[in-house]
């Protein structure tokens, strides 16, 4: 299971670096960089994966152990990855997206500054201090400037708390034993929790159609950078998924579980994430193209979640 993870890591990644060459080939306006490498990094592992694996256990004779078995181990396993996924998501893509999205200030012109250059650039009083403060007194104010500039409200969202917690309960023993089982004596916290969790999946229904149809009223995107997120997202991606899984299998990283390698090859094939609508809302720009985006890779998704899982489920059968 440790796999888990750093293939989702690399799924961000190599999704960043594909989003990158689409900026630099399709050349879009700046305030625009930030949702384009977004939706080439994350992917939706949370409600895809969800609706996917269960659907493919029920299945009587299909590649994947018997039913019971598969819907107990397959949703194990989509869990871990939906986790993975929201912490990577309001952690590595968020501060991408706020990089590339906030505005670059411009810089004063020579002429109505020229007497601030005859200011130099340290301070006599700044430079005495930085070298009587030693090393560890410099890394102190490292990490406080660092710690101003990053925000971490936005880094430990709701849901990024939400799947830390689970992901502690579930390691931990004892906790899973209180909450988690028919004997459990904190059994009605799974309970609720099981009642609230349904209505997950109508309920990105809902949002997805929502934005979808805010990308049907919006036609201020260029076709040749919704060409390249696709392409980069239902091609490219998918195929650096399968280098990287089945190599991982030749150098015995993982174990030759179908089921779990069917988990880890569908986490490179997925639509971008909803939760990107989110975050472009959060920082107000790209809000209209981040619709136009997801209308059309989640019509086009249709055609990706047929092609792929089938050619995955037979690679791994």
Known sequence: MWFMPVNVLFTFIIGSFLGWIVIVITKPPSHLRGLI??????????????????????????????????????MGYVVLSMTMGTIYSWTYVYNIMR?????????????????????????????????KAGRWEKVKRRIVSLSEKVNLSTIFAPATI???????????????????GNGAPLGVLQD??????????????????????????????KKSTIIGVLVARYILLPISGLFIVRGAYK???????????????????VPPAMNLGTITQLFGAGESECSVIMLWTYALASVSLTAWPTFFMWLVA
Request: a negative charge; aromatic letters at 4%; one cysteine or more.
């Open 251 to 269: 150098l015995d990283l993982i174990t030759s579980d179908p089921l779990y390698q069917f988990v880890l090859l569908i986490q490179y094939a």
């Open 162 to 180: 939400a799947a830390m917690i689970a992901l502690v309960i579930g390691l931990i023993t004892p906790l899973r034993k209180l909450i988690i």
């Open 192 to 221: 609720s929790l099981t009642l609230v969790g349904d209505g997950a999946i109508p309920a990105m229904t809902l949002i997805v159609g929502g934005n979808l149809l805010k990308g049907m009223r919006s036609s201020g995107m």
């Open 99 to 131: 990089v590339l999205i906030s505005p670059i200030e411009t810089q004063p012109s020579i002429e109505s500054n020229y007497d601030t250059s005859k200011v130099p650039l340290i301070s006599s009083q700044e430079e005495e201090d930085n070298q």
């Open 37 to 74: 490498v977004g939706c080439c990094a994350s992917g939706n592992l949370g409600t895809m994966p969800l609706i996917i694996v269960p659907a493919i256990c029920k299945q009587r004779g299909g590649p994947f152990r018997d039913p019971d078995n598969c819907q107990k181990y397959g």
